[in-house]
Every structure is written in C-alpha cells, then in structure tokens.
C-alpha cells in the first residue's frame, strides 16, 4: 500500500506540473500572439507611412516637371507644356485615387491630393475641399496653408488667401507664405489712403526680403523680390535706385536658378521695366521671349507688337515732321521766339535740378547726350502720340532750325496732351540717342524724356498738378 500510495503521489504530483506546463504554454502563446499584434500594427504604420512618403514624392516629381519643364524639353515645345502637365497631373491623380479608400480621413493624403490638383493653372473646387479637410485635421501643416491660399488666389479670394498664408506664418516662419503674403499685398485692391498704400506696398517688399533671406539660393523669391521692387518704384517716385535692385533680383533669380530663366512671367515684368527705361532693345527681346516660354499668351505677343509699331511710328512722324506741310511749317516756326520761354526766362526760375536762374534756349543739334544743365529745349509741336498701353505720352516738336526731336512724357493724366501748333518749352531736356535692332528692324533716332508734364511749359504756362497721373505697370501676377 506503501508503494501504491507513493506511486499515486506521484502521479499526482506529474499531474500537477503537467498543468502548471499547460498554463506556462497558453501564456506564452498569448504573448506571442499579442506581440505579433504589435508587430503587426507597427508594420501597419510603417507602410501607411510608406505609402504617404511614396505619394508626396510622385507629387514633388509631378511639380519639378511643370516647373523644370525645358531643362527636359526645348522652348519649340513650349506649345505642349500645358497638355503634358495636364496628363501627369492626371496619371499622378490616378496613382493617388488607387490609395483613396485607405487614406481618405488621412490630413497627409488629403495635402497632397490637393497639391496635385493645385499644379493647374486654375482654381480647383475639390483641391480647395481637400485641402480645407487637410488643414482642419492637422492644423499644423503649414504646407496646406500656403497650397489653399493658393487656391483661393485662383479663385479670385485674395482676402481668403491672405488669410492662409498668414495663419501658415503664425504655424511658422517659412519662406513660401512670405513670399505668397507679399505678392497678395500688392494685388489687393488698392487703400484709398495713399499713405497707408505706400506703407502695405513697403511691407511687400520686406516680406520679399525675409523670403530671400531665409533661403538665398531660392530662385522663385528672388524673382518676387524682383517684382516687389517693381511695385515699389511705380508707387515711390520712380527711384532709379529701385529699378536697379529690381533688375539685379531678376539677374540673381536667374543666375541661381534655370528654372527661373524660364519663367516667362519674369521675362514679361523685365521687359515692362525695360520699356519704361526706354532700353528698347532689351524690351522687346523680353516681351519675344515670354511669348515664346508661353505661346498661348497673348499679352506677350501683343505688347511686342505695340512697342514696334510704336517704334515705327515714332520714325514715320519724325522723318515726315508730322506731314505737317512746309508752309503750315513755316508759318508756325514765325511765332517762335525765346518770349515764349515764359518762366525760364526769368532769373528766380528753379530748374528741376534745384538750380536757381534763367535758361538760355538752345536748338535741338546743339543739345547733348544725357543732362542738358542751364538750357532749354524749345519748339513747335507737330504730332502727338498716346501709345497703346499708356507707357508715355508721345509728341514730336520741330525748332528754329526745322529739326524734328520727338518727346517721351511719363507720368501723364489721361485728360492731358498738347496739340499741333503749340510751343513747348523743355527745361533742362534729358536727351537719349537710340540703337534698336530687332529681328529684322532698326530703329535710330534721338529723344527727350520727360518724367513729369509739370517739368513743361506750354504756351508759356507751368501745367496744373491735375496733369498730372501715378505711373502703373502690369504684370502677369498668377505664377509669382
């Protein structure tokens, strides 16, 4: 009985670690599987995250390929840029629908679905819905900001997209809300204080400026800095400085960046500038280069259009002497004498150099390249010319000596102009010689610039500050 209790005992013992075992294994089991489960889930997150990093890189690619277009294409295909960024557009669009199901409540996936759409030059209903989605979900994402403002820019809600890039800088500072902020400043509609215009206009320029400063060798903010100065120099009074820094931003965009070279909106603004400046050459050159970056603009076209035939009027009048007939000729220049120099004749005159005395009338031969101190330019008038696109009011005026010198006047009011027969008085003239060649045209002539019509005397009378206008450019805003 001994041996059986003990045999009984024995098993009995065996029982109870085979069941201790059973538990040991079914923990163990639990812990794996659980672990797994982890495993699986980090796994999970893993690819989700693959999966996002995978989609923002078809979409970087599908921007670099709009953006950098003729680094992998010649400007002869200009013509099918749109058409090819559309059908990328469409196959990234594709690429990102497969993932639709999975990602659709994902702030990411909704970022980038609206940045594929956004790549059009249009506004775009479901781009602003997603991205709107994106940016409630994930307030953070500075990205979305900027990709909605730009949206609402499309759309024609500048005060919309303000808002974003605004709200984007508040999440914090980067340089595409503080160039996209700049650009929205300027396009505003104007602040009927001129004085808190000039200080929004100032604001531009220095969010340009920090745009630059935070990463220089972006080619974009250069050029915006570029256009900010423009804004500033037809708003300031035309400080040369200005338009020198808003030529060098351009040289500096270009430089640092090919793509920007290819920008025809820079070319476009440049030109515009350049005409302004009277570099003619360099204008149409620009305004040719824009139209061929973008055939479908038409504006491009149309401005280098105007300045020639401008330039072929302005030759036509000048050899002709208007047409005005010799004898109409002669009997105007009768009248002509240095009483109708009227205040420049007297010794208080202030020149618009600041010099204090009388001018002594000199003829057109007899002036010279660039500054004409102490001396006046005086004529007859013979034609007039208000170009197309308001750059300067244009008239032709023959002296004593029957030379014909045509006038450039900016600044002017729309109501302002001089008619055949008067006399004109030009105080210290600032004369310009030109040498234009383009395609197969040449022009050469001389010319007087005028940067205001309260700088004449016309019939013997100062002109009244009403003859006077702010100067304005137009600029192709939608790609800044």
Not at 5 to 27: G, T, V
Not at 168 to 192: C, G, I
Not at 294 to 318: F, T
Not at 426 to 433: F, M, N, S
Request: glycine share 6%.
């Amino acid at each position: 009985m001994e041996s059986d209790w003990n045999f009984n005992q024995f098993r009995s013992r065996k029982c109870s670690e085979s069941e201790a075992s059973r538990h040991i294994r079914h923990s163990l089991v639990l812990l794996y599987m659980l672990k797994m489960a982890e495993v699986d889930d980090g796994e999970q997150k893993t690819t989700d995250k693959d999966d996002l990093r995978v989609l923002k890189e078809l979409v970087d690619d599908l921007y670099s390929f709009r953006d950098r277009y003729f680094e992998s294409h010649g400007v002869e295909d200009a013509g099918r840029k749109q058409k090819d960024v559309a059908q990328e557009m469409a196959k990234t669009l594709k690429r990102l629908e497969e993932k639709e199901d999975l990602y659709k409540h994902s702030a990411q996936f909704l970022l980038q679905r609206g940045r594929c759409l956004n790549v059009a030059p249009g506004f775009s209903q479901t781009a602003e819905e997603c991205l709107s989605r994106a940016v409630k979900l994930e307030p953070g994402l500075v990205e979305g900001w900027n990709t909605l403002g730009e949206q609402y820019w499309k759309k024609g809600d500048l005060t919309a997209a303000k808002t974003c890039f605004t709200g984007a800088l508040q999440q914090r500072k980067n340089k595409v809300s503080l160039r996209s902020l700049s650009m929205v400043l300027r396009q505003l509609p104007p602040e009927e204080d001129a004085q808190e215009q000039s200080k929004r206009i100032l604001e531009s320029v220095e969010l340009a400026r920090q745009a630059v400063q935070l990463d220089v060798t972006d080619g974009t903010s250069w050029y915006i800095l570029g256009n900010a100065y423009i804004s500033m120099f037809f708003t300031s009074g035309q400080n040369p400085q200005l338009s020198q820094q808003a030529l060098s931003a351009y040289a500096q965009a270009e430089k640092i960046d090919k793509a920007s070279s290819m920008n025809p909106d820079l070319h476009f603004n440049r030109a515009t500038l350049f005409q302004y400046e009277e570099m003619y050459s360099s204008a149409l050159d620009g305004f040719r280069r824009a139209a061929a970056l973008d055939p479908g603009w038409e504006d491009a076209r149309e401005r280098e259009k105007q300045l020639l035939n401008y330039l072929d009027q302005v030759i036509m009048l000048i050899e002709n002497k208007g047409k005005v007939k010799a004898r109409r000729l002669r009997n105007m220049l009768s009248s002509l004498s240095t009483s109708a120099l009227g205040p420049c004749s007297s010794p208080q005159f202030r020149s618009p150099s600041g010099r204090v005395g009388s001018l002594e009338p000199r003829s057109f031969s007899s002036l010279t390249h660039g500054h004409n101190g102490g001396v006046a330019a005086l004529g007859k008038v013979v034609f007039s010319l208000a170009s197309e696109g308001r750059m300067a009011f244009t008239f032709g005026m023959v002296d004593s000596d029957e030379t014909c010198c045509v006038v450039m006047v900016y600044n002017t009011a729309d109501s302002w102009g001089v008619l055949i027969g008067d006399t004109v008085v030009i105080p210290e003239p600032q004369v310009k010689r030109h040498s234009v060649t383009h395609k197969d045209k040449s022009y050469d002539f001389r010319s007087i610039r005028v940067d205001s019509p309260l700088l004449l005397i016309v019939n013997g009378k100062r002109q009244v500050m009403k003859s006077q206008s702010a100067a304005f450019v137009t600029y192709k805003p939608q790609s800044e």
